[in-house]
């Protein structure tokens, strides 16, 4: 079952950071930033170290081919707080959307409104 998640504002904008600090264009990496993301979620219920996805840039939307465990994982999940697991999968993509971006500033990024840090 191929699962289908909407980029939010918050990942595309780790994504963009993430393309300016390493000279890349927008969709390159924008898939980056979805292959890691993807990558820890999938590893982290699976223990896979690959992941089936494709990105539409233009349409801002992740396309995900999930192993069995992670399917499972989700439709529990989905079931327990009544969402789909598209969406169940697209909280959790967000949560890693600024993994793996250096903090300049030390500091963290908790004055934005939608950021869940408590600092």
Same mark, same amino acid.
């Given at each position: 079952?191929?699962?289908?998640?909407?980029v939010s504002d918050r990942f595309l904008e780790a994504a963009t950071?993430?393309?300016?600090?390493?000279?890349?264009?927008?969709?390159?990496?924008?898939?980056?930033?979805?292959?890691?993301? +993807? +990558?820890?979620?999938?590893? +982290?219920?699976?223990?896979?170290?690959?992941?089936?996805?494709?990105?539409?840039?233009?349409?801002?939307?992740?396309?995900?081919?999930?192993?069995?465990?992670?399917?499972?994982?989700?439709?529990?999940?989905?079931?327990?707080?009544?969402?789909?697991?598209?969406?169940?999968?697209?909280l959790h993509v967000d949560l890693f959307a600024r993994a793996f +971006?250096?903090?300049?500033?030390?500091?963290?990024?908790?004055?934005?409104?939608?950021?869940?840090?408590?600092?």
């Open positions: 079952m191929t699962l289908e998640i909407d950071e993430w393309g300016d600090n390493r000279l890349m264009d927008d969709e390159q990496a924008l898939e980056t930033k979805a292959e890691q993301a +993807l +990558l820890e979620i999938e590893h +982290l219920v699976s223990g896979a170290n690959e992941v089936d996805f494709e990105v539409d840039a233009d349409e801002g939307v992740i396309y995900h081919e999930p192993t069995d465990e992670l399917d499972a994982f989700l439709e529990r999940q989905a079931d327990e707080v009544g969402l789909d697991p598209d969406a169940v999968l697209a +971006l250096d903090d300049a500033d030390g500091g963290s990024a908790s004055d934005r409104p939608d950021d869940p840090r408590p600092f």
